[in-house]
Each structure stands twice: as C-alpha cells, then as structure tokens.
C-alpha cells in the first residue's frame, strides 16, 4: 500500500459542502491511491488534553490511536460525536464511504514540541491506507481578520524558518560539536489553533516543507479552500 499524502486544509467548512467545494476535494487525493480510513486533525481553544471523537467505523482507528499517544504520555479520551460533517467530507473526497473516519480534537497551550510529537506518533497511519487531513477551520461569520492564508508570507516563512532549525538540529546530532541544549523548538504554550495544527502537520510530513501550495475559490461569497500537501 502506498503511502498517502497529508493534507493541510484552510477553509470553512459550510463551503465545502456545494457542487464545487466537493470536485475542489475530490482533486486532492491522487486517484490511484486506496484510502481505507479518513483521521482529521482539528484544534479549538482551550481545552485540558486532545480528544478523539469517533465519527463512524467500529472505532479499532480510535482505539489504535489511542493506544499510540497513550505510550507517548499523551492522555487521550474516545468519544462518540453526532457531528456528521467531517464524514460526509471525508465520502467527498474519496466518493466511497470509509471503513471508519476519526477526528483528532486538539488542545491549544501545549508547546511545539509536544505538537510535532503527536504528529510524529501518528505519522505511520500514511503507509496503512489512512488519509490524515489537518483540518484549520475558519469562523463562517467572517471573524478571521487576523488569520493568516496558507499562501500569506507569514506562514510560509514560518515553515522554512521550522525547516532550517530541522535541518540545524541534524547536522549538529552528527557533529562531534554536539552536547547541551536543544536547537528544535522553544517550550512556550501555542495559544493559536491555527500555529497548533500547522506544528502537527509539518511533523507529520518529515519535519520538511510541503511539496505543494493550492487554492481554490468555491463560489461567489468569496470562500475559498487552501492549503498545502505532503506528497512524500
């Protein structure tokens, strides 16, 4: 089974439910790939510790999960969710029903680091036919003057910025020079949702930038879906 991409999407969802934010998804996923199970990725304010809410499926993705994170000191409950969007997009996207769709809830105020972990904890799920989609959703009443677009600069410094300090960390694990103190990232809390899913999704991609940078617009109230792709 071939390893599936990671998708870093910026949109509100609403949007995505008309004719064109359903064909826009359906573009994402390369059609000669099999997706057996869709684990979306998400953050809200607040909150004690991330949460996995089972969407669909017998729940043996939400259980594994949670045994996963569990041996990383990572504390996670299993709920239920009446929620069926996130379903019904993940059924857009692959236009089959999936064996089981999850939605990993995170919380905000935890450092990067711990952020990267999850991502790196869940990273293997891309060989084992599951389809992870860090979903960033934005406010559909239009309260988003100070988000930043996948496409902003901003954001984009960011990732390369996070993708020199990757690079520095491995050429000094190689150096004779290496000892004390840690180049990765620094422990203060991440208060941005948005800066939480993107710390999840770059580690979920190999601590690398992304290999591809898409937009499109869904209809005349100027929504728009855009976001990156770990192809690799």
Known sequence: MSKLPVLY????????????????????????????????????????????????????LARRLQSDMKARGFEVAVNGSREPGLKLLAESMIQ????????????????????REIGHCIEALRDQ?????????LDANGNNASYHQPHDSYIRNLI??????????????????????????????????????LNTAFSLGGMKAPQRLFGFSLN????????????Q
Not at 17 to 34: A, F, H, I, M, N
Not at 129 to 137: A, S
């Open 96 to 115: 089959l029903v999936p064996a089981e769709v999850i939605e990993l809830r995170l919380n905000t105020g935890m450092a990067s680091e711990h952020y």
């Open 9 to 60: 999407l910026s949109c509100e969802t609403e949007a995505l439910t008309g004719p064109k934010g359903q064909e826009s998804l359906r573009r994402l996923v390369p059609r000669d790939q099999v997706v057996d199970s869709v684990a979306f990725i998400t953050s809200e304010e607040g909150g004690a510790q991330p949460n996995i809410l089972h969407q669909c499926g017998e729940g043996v």
């Open 160 to 197: 390369r910025q996070w993708e020199d300090e990757q690079r520095w960390v491995n050429a000094m694990s190689n150096s004779s020079l290496r000892g004390g103190g840690s180049y990765a990232t620094n422990g203060s809390p991440v208060a941005e949702p948005t800066l939480c899913i």
């Open 220 to 231: 005349q109230n100027r929504q728009s879906l855009a976001g990156y792709g770990w192809m």
């Open 129 to 137: 036919g599951v389809l992870l989609i860090c979903l960033d959703r």
